[in-house]
């Protein structure tokens, strides 16, 4: 294990915007966790979690010890007649992993194909998307306890998840470092394309109803919609789609008849982030180097020489104006550093 000091982060978040580390470590066992653990309690420094950076704002240099667990692989720890339970090492590039799972026959991660990340970071937020979401195929995951020094198992239902959300985002932040994730996946090769734009992009394709043509398709429909963070910096969707009361929902139908809004658990309603953006004529906006990407408003993007304080300042422009004009409130999805 080599702590490095001084170690530019530029190339470690999507966004690329410059941050150095104090010290820098990438580590590949539980082991060398709680031996990094050891070194920042020494040493008295803040340790910051880093995967593929693809869910952060630096904002700032790190003051401390950015840890990066490098441990990757995908070992098969126990199976039954219709299912597989996998353990997969938190360093594991995520798409990579639903890839190789398509190659064996191990299905439920293709609605997630081409989510950026490792393994590691995909219970922290829970990772979702065309209508699936991490904790659908979750088992329980590995972690060193930072206050216990302690490898831990969390189950599903230690693990809180909710949109977006979970116990790492939660009371658990910084309580925990993943090690591991296992999951369990089915060996019968069933397609989820319960999510509207799936369905009609096979049937535009005349495709089957499969696994493997269903990742296909969610491959291509975000490479349409989002920008390749190796070309523009991003973080994916910059803001949470906000679940407000069907009161205020229906309050807010009258008044926008375009309003685009799922129903969620009893009494709310999950509204298009996107949609209320672009209302506010968001869409495309660019200032100094950064902006609000041109095919999906979701999204803000560096265009190179940006920096977090444009960034933010940026975001904090929409978040008002979208609190102006619809009463709605967005919380931001990356996490900021140091917070
Ligand atoms: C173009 C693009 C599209 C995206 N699309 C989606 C999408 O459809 N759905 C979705 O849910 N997300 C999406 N994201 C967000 C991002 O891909 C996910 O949140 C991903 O899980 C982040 O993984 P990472 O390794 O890059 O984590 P990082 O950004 O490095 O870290 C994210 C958080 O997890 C913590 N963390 C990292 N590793 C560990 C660990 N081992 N143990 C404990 N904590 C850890 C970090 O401290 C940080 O707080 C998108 C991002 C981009 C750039």
Known sequence: ???????????????GFEAAARYFVEVHS?????????????????????????????????????????????????DDEHSVTLRIGAGQNWHQLVCWCLAQGYYGLENLSLIPGSVGAAPVQNIGAYGVELKDVFHSLEAVDCQKHELVTLNRADCLFGYRESLFKGGGRGRYIICHVNLTLSTVPEANTQYGAIADELGRRGLEETPQ????????????????????????????????????????????????????????SKLAAGWLIEQCGWKGVREAHVGVHEQQALVLVNYGAGTAEELLALAARIRTSVQERFGVILEMEPTIYPG
Do not use: W
């Open 1 to 15: 294990m080599q702590i490095l000091e001084n170690y530019s982060l530029r190339e470690l978040n999507t966004f």
């Open 30 to 78: 539980a082991e060398e966790v709680l031996e990094a653990l050891r070194f920042v309690q020494h040493h008295d420094l803040p340790l910051l979690l880093l995967g593929e950076g693809s869910n952060v704002i630096l904002a700032d240099d790190i003051a401390g010890l950015v840890l990066k667990l490098g441990n990757a692989g995908i070992e098969v720890v126990g």
């Open 213 to 268: 043509s269903v990742s296909e398709v969610v491959c291509q429909l975000r490479r349409s919609k989002l920008p390749d963070p190796t070309e523009i910096g991003n973080a994916g969707s910059f803001f949470k789609n906000p679940v407000i009361n069907n009161h205020h929902c229906e309050a807010l139908k009258q008044q926008f008849p375009g309003l685009v809004a799922y129903p969620e658990a009893q009494g709310f």
